[in-house]
Nanobody, 123 residues
């Protein structure tokens, strides 16, 4: 599985961005994809994940109601729609994939990672 994240940029507080993650390579079976973010000096933290087949989603409390994770029906692209952005959302955002079903809000089970895309939110 290869992942390529894109869509980051600079935006003012209250604005929106949509991140994309192109998925390629050998996929299949049950897997979950997620978005994580890492601000300077901080650990990588969970943002949201989606079960690829069922579409079930789960969000970190800090982004619930503002961010939406989704995927296209062809299974080629993962998205993260980010609305009402805040300066504290500033970070490098990473997409990730795993074939496991446990501990999905931690980085531990994710075997595949995109290269990251920078989101900067100014006040």
């Amino acid at each position: 599985v290869q992942l390529q994240a894109s869509g980051g940029g600079s935006v003012q507080a209250g604005g929106s961005l949509r991140l994309s993650c192109a998925v390629s390579g050998r996929t299949g079976g049950y897997y979950t994809m997620g978005w994580f973010r890492q601000a300077p000096g901080n650990e990588r933290q969970f943002v949201a994940h989606i079960a690829w087949r069922s579409g079930d989603t789960y969000y970190a409390d800090s982004v619930k109601g503002r961010f939406t994770i989704s995927r296209d029906n062809a299974g080629n692209t993962l998205y993260l729609q980010m609305n009402s952005l805040k300066p504290e959302d500033t970070a490098i955002y990473y997409c990730a994939a795993t074939y496991t079903r446990a501990a999905l809000t931690t980085t531990r089970p994710y075997d595949y990672w995109g290269q990251g895309t920078l989101v900067t939110v100014s006040s």
